[in-house]
């Protein structure tokens, strides 16, 4: 094959490569933007701001990023994560021994089997029992509120992450697509100073041997 030739050939696919590889930045940018401004538009909607740092606990400001976003309102990926794991996760802990909602139901359902039995014998104990139901149930009321916001923070924080990985492939998308148009260049501008004559990896041509005694 003449080397101009394969010049063309494998610039001209470099070319198309570059463009593919343009188009798929464009693709991962767009996806990115809007990763992000979904995110931060429903964060918005939800108006959660940071406590001021003249308000936080003594256990609130062992938290690194709640003491960074103290003040602020919630918008970013990053916010949400350290509301949700930082400061209600942090709450969470302090409520009901740290039980979840889940672990909370079985005290409850026997409490309620304790109050119904002590309502029919009027036992004693009942305003006790009753006493220790409704905290059981606020304290139930408390977790699942807190773990259901936690949750849905935490979702958003898991779709801003996407749109970050999307905008990290879409910078290497755009290198790699600048790379490959240079080295298209390249490759014509080869092209037009190798001779028309030129060959890649021409075969050989082997000589015959005249016999001496001829």
Do not use: W
């Not at 003594?58 to 930082?86: D, I, P, S």
């Not at 304290?139 to 849905?152: A, I, M, N, S």
């Not at 910078?171 to 001779?195: C, E, K, N, W």
């Amino acid at each position: 094959m003449k080397r101009k030739t394969l010049d063309l050939i494998v610039s001209t696919g470099g070319l198309v490569l570059a463009g593919l590889l343009l188009i798929a930045g464009l693709v991962l940018t767009s996806n990115a933007n809007f990763a992000n401004n979904y995110v931060k538009d429903q964060l918005s909607q939800q108006n959660i701001t940071f406590k001021n740092a003249d308000t936080l606990t003594e256990e609130e400001k062992a938290q690194a990023c709640v003491v960074e976003y103290a003040g602020q309102q919630l918008t970013t990926g990053k916010q949400a994560e350290c509301y949700a794991n930082n400061f209600i996760g942090l709450h969470l802990k302090s409520t009901a021994d740290g039980k979840t909602y889940a672990e909370l139901g079985a005290p409850q359902s026997e409490l309620r089997a304790q109050v119904a039995e002590a309502q029919k014998t009027n036992a004693p104990n009942l305003a006790e029992l009753q006493a220790q139901l409704a905290e059981v149930t606020q304290q139930r009321d408390t977790v699942f509120k807190g773990e259901t916001l936690r949750g849905l923070l935490l979702t958003s924080y898991g779709f801003s992450e996407f749109g970050a990985k999307a905008a990290q492939f879409a910078t290497v998308a755009y290198l790699a697509a600048a790379a490959m148009f240079i080295l298209a260049l390249f490759g014509f501008m080869h092209s037009l100073v190798t001779p028309k004559t030129a060959t890649f990896a021409a075969p050989e041509q082997k000589s015959e041997r005249i016999p001496a005694n001829v």
